[in-house]
């Protein structure tokens, strides 16, 4: 069983500072990477793709990729209570496999 | 643009009741669709999946069903529904065929409860 696993949390960051949520995935062979944001009561919203090792940036995100050590990691920089949320990391087991394998998510608050 | 469309955004049904959820995606061709459910503070759990019309792929043995009468239309569908069957459902699109991979695109969600 491919498996994606995420830290629950909560996680507790004050506002202002970087937010750090990570996810490690067991199909060595994975090639793509994504995080997605979910409202309580809404639907997930992508808001980070990786598909190569390194890092991606994206406004205040940034995406981290290592395939050797199996993680990808999301960094929220300045974060903003609307930050709060909960973030799910979903894996691509291969290329011509578009079924998504997703993690339980880790519920993220930002305090004022 | 594309946009998914999926209703009702919330439904209560008795147990033992069908069940029809439906999602349309406008502004693409030939997507692929999936179903998944979300049970109440638990992760996405794929329950269909699509990569054309009238080709279903069922992960999760269980009273539902879904059909693909159209490129662009998904249903969920069940002839008796259980109390194990309440949660929140979501459709998704992807780019199908050979086109570039961005992840999927999800509708807004049905929050079934069943009594």
Same mark, same amino acid.
């Given at each position: 069983?491919?498996?994606?696993?995420?830290?629950?949390?909560?996680?507790?960051?004050?506002?202002?500072?970087?937010?750090?949520?990570?996810?490690?995935?067991?199909?060595?062979?994975?090639?793509?990477?994504?995080?997605?944001?979910?409202?309580?009561?809404?639907?997930?919203?992508?808001?980070?793709?990786?598909?190569?090792?390194?890092?991606?940036?994206?406004?205040?995100?940034?995406?981290?990729?290592?395939?050797?050590?199996?993680?990808?990691?999301?960094?929220?920089?300045?974060?903003?209570?609307?930050?709060?949320?909960?973030?799910?990391?979903?894996?691509?087991?291969?290329?011509?496999?578009?079924?998504?394998?997703?993690?339980?998510?880790?519920?993220?608050?930002?305090?004022? | 643009?594309?946009?998914?469309?999926?209703?009702?955004?919330?439904?209560?049904?008795?147990?033992?009741?069908?069940?029809?959820?439906?999602?349309?995606?406008?502004?693409?061709?030939?997507?692929?669709?999936?179903? !998944?459910?979300? @049970?109440?503070?638990? #992760?996405?759990?794929?329950? *269909? +999946?699509?990569?054309?019309? %009238?080709?279903?792929?069922?992960?999760?043995?269980?009273?539902?069903?879904?059909?693909?009468?159209?490129?662009?239309?998904?249903?969920?569908?069940?002839?008796?529904?259980?109390?194990?069957?309440?949660?929140? !459902?979501?459709? @998704?699109?992807?780019? #199908?065929?050979?086109?570039? *991979? +961005?992840?999927?695109?999800? %509708?807004?969600?049905?929050?079934?409860?069943?009594?």
């Amino acid at each position: 069983q491919k498996e994606v696993e995420q830290n629950s949390g909560p996680l507790s960051v004050p506002e202002g500072a970087i937010a750090s949520l990570n996810c490690t995935y067991s199909d060595r062979g994975s090639q793509s990477f994504f995080w997605y944001r979910q409202y309580s009561g809404k639907s997930p919203e992508l808001i980070m793709s990786i598909y190569s090792n390194g890092d991606k940036e994206d406004g205040r995100f940034t995406a981290q990729l290592n395939k050797a050590s199996q993680y990808v990691s999301l960094l929220i920089r300045d974060s903003q209570p609307s930050d709060s949320a909960t973030y799910l990391c979903a894996v691509r087991p291969n290329f011509g496999n578009e079924k998504l394998t997703f993690g339980t998510g880790t519920r993220l608050t930002i305090i004022p | 643009s594309q946009t998914i469309h999926q209703w009702p955004a919330t439904l209560v049904q008795p147990v033992g009741s069908p069940l029809s959820l439906e999602c349309t995606v406008e502004g693409t061709s030939n997507p692929n669709l999936y179903w !998944y459910r979300q @049970a109440a503070g638990r #992760g996405l759990q794929l329950l *269909f +999946y699509s990569v054309g019309i %009238g080709q279903i792929s069922s992960e999760v043995p269980q009273n539902l069903s879904a059909s693909r009468p159209q490129d662009r239309q998904f249903i969920l569908s069940s002839k008796k529904l259980l109390l194990s069957d309440s949660g929140f !459902y979501l459709c @998704a699109w992807s780019v #199908g065929g050979t086109g570039f *991979f +961005y992840g999927y695109t999800f %509708g807004s969600g049905t929050r079934l409860t069943v009594v």
